[in-house]
């Protein structure tokens, strides 16, 4: 796995947030995205809200129902060497991605404005199949009518991102509706355990 073309030059994006084109290769990225399509994907559930990508959670999971972080079945083998890409990209011991969430996006599937749970710190994402436009805003000050910094970074396949500082803590992400299938792959590290209860079998 490569790391080329990084991009730290926080004059152009939010601090903290980093960038590198062809992260995987486009042997590995058909891989990823078999074991990925060979899951038991599930629409991604926002307490009683079903959103339209699908996910399935490795590690840790967050139930917005009970609103807790809860534990899930461990990464499994086939993630572990891109966890471990992940980690030396990030330069963190091997071990410290903690949770990884595997996304499917169909044609016209998107996210909305969020910032991840504080539980997690370090966030990064490797982008499979097709590109998308990734878009960051910013409150100016603190009135609710205060006008947004923004930034958009076109994530390409086999690219990663990493978001960390500001980026991660004071600005909010959002991906538009895609134009071609996607897949993402989502790895974080964890501030702390919190409050951990089992996850129930289904």
């Known amino acids: 796995m490569s790391q080329l073309a990084l991009f730290d030059n926080q004059a152009v994006g939010p601090a903290g947030l980093r960038y590198a084109p062809e992260f995987i290769s486009a042997a590995d990225e058909q891989e990823l995205i078999a074991g990925i399509a060979a899951l038991p994907l599930q629409p991604f559930q926002f307490g009683a809200f079903e959103g339209h990508r699908r996910v399935k959670s490795f590690g840790f999971r967050y139930d917005y129902t009970l609103q807790k972080l809860t534990l899930s079945e461990p990464i499994p083998d086939w993630l572990e060497r891109t966890a471990r890409a992940v980690e030396h990209f990030g330069k963190l011991p091997d071990g410290s991605v903690r949770q990884v969430l595997c996304t499917e996006y169909d ?39 205060g006008k947004w910094e923004r930034f958009s970074l076109n994530a390409e396949p086999r690219s990663i991102y990493l978001m960390d500082g500001e980026s991660r803590s004071s600005w909010e992400h959002s991906i538009p509706p895609v134009e071609r299938q996607r897949y993402s792959i989502t790895f974080r590290t964890m501030r702390g355990d919190g409050e951990l209860e089992p996850l129930a079998a289904s």
């Open 107 to 145: 044609v016209g599937v998107g996210i909305g404005w969020h910032r991840d749970r504080p539980h997690f710190d370090k966030v990064f994402g490797i982008s499979l199949g097709s590109a998308c436009r990734f878009r960051f805003r910013r409150r100016q000050g603190n009135k609710e009518g």
